[in-house]
């Protein structure tokens, strides 16, 4: 069983910032099957990032995916302060096919 | 415009079925692959299970036992059927569009429905 740990669990940070989110697998994954979403309270998920890096539609040029392996990043290059959310990595393939990991809530500082 | 739309009784008696729909505007639900995704009150998502386009479905190994997914093209619809349901199953419950055109993702979201497990 594929199992994704996000850190930190909790970042603070004020707007302007550079915020950069860790999702570790717990054995080497395929990147293009590596994607990740915003939620905003009382709202459903929103694709952020699919393999690894692209952007989904109207996603802002500031989100930004990367790594490889077991070690995968999301950097949001200079938050906004619609970008205070909770972010999850998630992943397809293995056992269970799909796995989230637990969640970054990213707060104003 | 793809639109995903849940719903379904809000409150279930534990032991009962818990059955929500999640209705599909904009596009054939045969084009796709439809997933359900459930996240308790205050903790993170859950997936519970998939069908996809070409009718094959695959469940959470800790749901298996208790979920059914099925679609219904007449109606653009994605069903799910959860029974036996604790108090453990209370959460949102989101369908969601499974793409793997380029690659894989739930690139749609319904915006969730409330399902509280009480007697």
């Known amino acids: 069983e594929i199992v994704l740990t996000q850190s930190p669990a909790t970042l603070s940070l004020s707007p302007g910032e550079r915020a950069t989110l860790s999702c570790r697998a717990s054995q080497s994954v395929s990147s293009g099957y590596l994607a990740w979403y915003q939620q905003k309270p009382g709202q459903a998920p929103r694709l952020l990032i699919y393999n690894t890096s692209n952007r989904a539609t109207d996603i802002p040029e500031r989100f930004s995916g990367g790594g490889s392996g077991t070690d995968f990043t999301l950097t949001i290059s200079r938050l906004e302060p619609e970008d205070f959310a909770v972010y999850y990595c998630q992943h397809f393939g293995g056992s269970p096919p799909v796995t989230f990991g637990q969640g970054t809530r990213l707060e104003i500082k | 415009q793809v639109q995903l739309q849940e719903s379904g009784l809000g409150l279930v008696k534990p032991s009962e079925t818990l059955s929500l729909t999640c209705s599909v505007s904009?596009?054939?639900?045969?084009?796709?692959?439809w997933s359900w995704i459930r996240q308790p009150p205050g903790k993170g998502l859950e997936w519970i299970g998939d069908?996809?386009?070409?009718?094959?479905?695959d469940y959470s190994p800790s749901l298996r036992s208790r979920v059914t997914i099925s679609t219904d093209t007449s109606k653009n619809h994605v069903s799910l059927k959860l029974n036996s349901v604790t108090s453990a199953d209370t959460a949102v419950y989101y369908c969601?569009?499974?793409?793997?055109?380029?690659?894989?993702?739930?690139?749609?979201w319904g915006q969730g429905t409330k399902v509280t497990v009480s007697s």
């Open positions: 969601a569009r499974f793409t793997s055109d380029p690659l894989p993702a739930f690139d749609i």
């Open positions: 904009g596009d054939s639900i045969s084009y796709y692959g």
């Open positions: 069908m996809f386009y070409i009718g094959e479905t």
